[in-house]
């Protein structure tokens, strides 16, 4: 059986970490950060206004960047149906894009384990601190 000591050492420790799990499963989220990436990489956006560009928007995967090629060019393509915007980019585009999401992916996995290591050093004090000590 668990003591209550090991039972509140689990809760403190696996209580952020379900928060910032919490946020990685967020579709809104997912989607506002995927499109920051992609304006921070260079893409442009553009809104369908002519009929032929809303026949290709209805065509375009929501929420996902797709290769395309037009006139022989090669083009990056995410629509945004909620705010019906389309971000175009070029091959040196995606290839920030691809960039710049590795550099975040690499921080976000810096801070969490910055975020362990500090829980860690805070809750093993040891199994004994003194007379005082009533809740162990």
Do not use: H
Not at 26 to 53: K, V, Y
Request: glycine share 8%; net charge positive.
């Amino acid at each position: 059986m668990k003591t209550r000591r090991q039972i509140l050492k689990a809760i403190f420790v696996l209580l952020p970490l379900a928060g910032l799990s919490g946020l990685n499963g967020c579709a809104s989220w997912d989607a506002s950060n995927t499109e920051s990436l992609l304006s921070a990489a260079g893409f442009r956006t553009r809104t369908p206004s002519t009929p032929e560009q809303e026949k290709m928007f209805a065509r375009l995967t929501p929420y996902q960047v797709e290769r395309r090629e037009r006139n022989g060019k090669v083009l990056y393509t995410y629509a945004d149906t909620q705010r019906r915007l389309v971000y175009v980019g070029g091959e040196a585009e995606f290839q920030r894009f691809k960039q710049l999401g590795l550099q975040q992916a690499i921080a976000e996995e810096r801070l969490q384990a910055a975020q362990i290591n500090e829980d860690a050093a805070l809750y093993s004090w040891g199994p004994y601190w003194g007379p005082w000590n009533i809740w162990w």
